[in-house]
């Protein structure tokens, strides 16, 4: 049987990919000690996708998907199960009303949502719509700036399609998938960005208008301004706990 040979010299850790029953979108990988007891492995996990302890259940598959092992002692060591590099670790939830279940943590159309009409939120005085009124009536001179063609050109020129980015604030990478013009969104210059992770509001449709394509809920549209091009690689979710 063939393996992925993925140790440092001197590790005996081993490199197994994560996947849930539940959450069809959660997928890592991520380093475990074969010391490290059924119990911590299930510690380690829960914190990263919602299914506790008492509730989770695991599996254990080989490189070719076969179900080698059932992960039923807490108190067994992994390396009990006798895991390889390349193999995955399957999540289980056994809890029925465990938050995993029923799409709610993937599927935001199930999340009720508030509504208010035009002629009511036109009344609010706390409203941001209010806010942004007073501001371009305080700073015509930077109102006028926003509304030429040409806003943000200049820092577009060292932005390219397929550059991988950061993007402020909250340091979120990913790539660029669109520079130029966005009429729906306003006048001047936009940076269309697919993340890494599902932190974006859509996939690159914007009002109607394709400008990419990416998975569902990883594209942005932003300003060139809070895009930083260069050598960001995507994060390892798990590498604050590998071993």
Known sequence: MATSRLQLEGDDSVHLHITHANLKSFSADVRFSPQMSVEAVKEKLWKKCGTSVN???????????????????????????????????????LDPSSVTTGGWLEDTSLVEKYNISEEDYAKRTDSFRKFKEKRVSQIPAAAEAKTKENYMEDLCANIKVGDRCQVEPGEKRG???????????????WVGIQYDEPLGKHDGMVKGTRFFECPPLQGGMVRPDKVKV??????????????
């Open 55 to 93: 509730s989770m259940a695991l599996e254990l598959y080989d490189d070719t998907g076969s179900k080698v092992a059932v992960l039923s002692d807490n108190s067994r060591p992994l390396g009990f199960f006798s895991p390889f590099d390349g193999f995955r670790l399957h999540i289980i939830d």
């Open 175 to 189: 790539m660029v998938k669109y520079v130029g013009r966005a009429e729906s969104l306003g006048p001047g210059y």
């Open 230 to 243: 260069g050598d960001y690689p995507e994060r390892d979710p798990f590498e604050e706990d590998e071993i």
